[in-house]
C-alpha cells in the first residue's frame, strides 16, 4: 500500500489518522470543505482536494490512483439527527468499487456494540447515523474494517457541544450530563497534566472483535490503527473493539 485517501481527515481523530499514514511512507489526499483546516505543517505533506463528501464527483476525484480508504466522519459538537456520516460513506463505497479499490476503514463508535435503547438518549440520533453506516459497510462488497471505539480522550466536549445540547431537545439532563463530562476532563487536566507519550501513538491498546474491550482509547492510538488496519485481512468484513487495556 503506497497511497490512501482519508475522509474526514481535518477532525480530531482524522489528523491522527493523517499523521499516522504520513509516518507510515504513505502518500495521503483527504477530501475536505475547508483546507485551512489543516495545520500549515500538514497541508504542506499531502495533497488536499477541497470538496464535500456529500458530492460524489469530488469523492471519485479523491480516490482515484489510492490503494485504500479511511473514513473518520463526524460531526464535532452537533448532536442532532444527521445522515452526513451515512450518505458520505456510500459515497466513498461507490466510488471505491467504481475504482477496483477493496480495502477501507470507517470509525463509528463502541455504542454499536449494544441495543439502541441502551445507548445515553441524547447520542441515540448519531448512534442511529453510524447504525446506517455500519449497514452501508456491511453491504458492500469492499474488503471493509468497521472501528468502534468507546470514549475517545483528547476529544472531550466542548462549550459549543454543551450549547447544541441546550438547543437540541434534550434540555436540563443533557446540558448537565455535558457539563459533568466537561468538568471531570477540567479536573484531569488540572491535577494530570498531559504527558508527550499522550501526543502520539502509544500501541499499548487491546483489538475485539464484536465487543469492546475497555472504555477508553487515544486518539492517536484510534487514528494509527485505522490506517494500519488497511492491509490487515484479520480484521476485514469485521466489527473491531478497540480500547486501553483495563486497570488490573
Request: net charge positive.
Amino acid at each position: 500500500m503506497k497511497k490512501i485517501a482519508i475522509f474526514g481527515g481535518s477532525g480530531t481523530t482524522g489528523l491522527c489518522a493523517v499523521d499516522a499514514a504520513l509516518k507510515k511512507g504513505l502518500a495521503v489526499r483527504a477530501l475536505a470543505r475547508d483546507p485551512s483546516k489543516f495545520p500549515e505543517d500538514v497541508r504542506s505533506k499531502l495533497e488536499v482536494i477541497q470538496g464535500d463528501v456529500l458530492n460524489y464527483d469530488d469523492v471519485k476525484k479523491t480516490v482515484e490512483g489510492v490503494d485504500g480508504a479511511v473514513i473518520v466522519l463526524g460531526t464535532r459538537n452537533d448532536i442532532k439527527p444527521t445522515t452526513m456520516m451515512s450518505e458520505g460513506t456510500k459515497n466513498v463505497l461507490n466510488a471505491l468499487k467504481e475504482a477496483g479499490i477493496k480495502p477501507v476503514s470507517g470509525c463509528m463508535s463502541s455504542f454499536l456494540f449494544k441495543q439502541l435503547e441502551e445507548v445515553t438518549p441524547m447520542l441515540r440520533d448519531l448512534t442511529k447515523d453510524h447504525q446506517r453506516m455500519l449497514e452501508a459497510l456491511k453491504s458492500s462488497d469492499r474488503d471493509w474494517i468497521a472501528v468502534c471505539p468507546p470514549h475517545i480522550e483528547g476529544t472531550e466536549i466542548s462549550w459549543p457541544a454543551i450549547r447544541s445540547l441546550a438547543n437540541s431537545g434534550h434540555g436540563v439532563t443533557g446540558v448537565l450530563a455535558a457539563t459533568a463530562m466537561s468538568v471531570l476532563w477540567l479536573g484531569r487536566k488540572v491535577l494530570k497534566p498531559f504527558s508527550s507519550s499522550e501526543n502520539k501513538p502509544s500501541s499499548n491498546y487491546e483489538l475485539k472483535h464484536g465487543s469492546s474491550p475497555g472504555r477508553a482509547i487515544s486518539k492517536h492510538d484510534l487514528g494509527f490503527f485505522l490506517v494500519d488496519c488497511l492491509d490487515k485481512p484479520e480484521h476485514y468484513h469485521q466489527m473491531v473493539g478497540i480500547a486501553k487495556p483495563l486497570p488490573a
